[in-house]
């Protein structure tokens, strides 16, 4: 089991920056490739960012490519999401995700998530 903590989210105005959090306990972090996910009200969960293992290779949804940046420290434990040039479409609940390759996110773990919220 891996359990996940997220944090950091909260109120914001367009403009401005957010950096969220995910602490990770239960198991050997580094062998987790790690994903930040936001699901929008009446929208699906979507894909925001992941990060390998290592932290050797990021991925970005094209809507958040140049504004947020994914990162881990493995010696922490902890995953990152600096979000800066938020816009009120940013405005979600995020979530952090775990997967142990080559399982699926949606076969991993996830934690409770964290509200952002973009005013304009």
């Known amino acids: 089991q891996v359990q996940l903590v997220e944090s950091g989210g909260g109120l914001v105005q367009a403009g401005g920056s957010l950096r969220l959090s995910c602490a990770a306990s239960?198991?050997?972090?580094?062998?987790?490739?790690m994903g930040w996910f936001r699901q929008a009200p009446g929208k699906e969960r979507e894909l925001v960012a992941t990060?390998?293992?290592?932290?050797?290779?990021?991925f970005y949804a094209d809507s958040v490519q140049g504004r947020f940046t994914i990162s881990r420290d493995n010696a922490k434990n902890t995953v990152y999401l600096q979000m800066n040039s938020l816009k009120p479409a940013d405005t979600a609940v995020y979530y952090c995700?775990?997967?142990?390759?080559?399982?699926?996110?949606?076969?991993?773990?996830w934690g409770q998530g964290t509200q952002v919220t973009v005013s304009s």
């Open positions: 995700a775990a997967r142990f390759p080559p399982n699926t996110y949606q076969n991993g773990y």
């Open positions: 239960g198991r050997t972090f580094s062998n987790y490739a």
């Open positions: 990060i390998a293992r290592s932290g050797s290779g990021t």
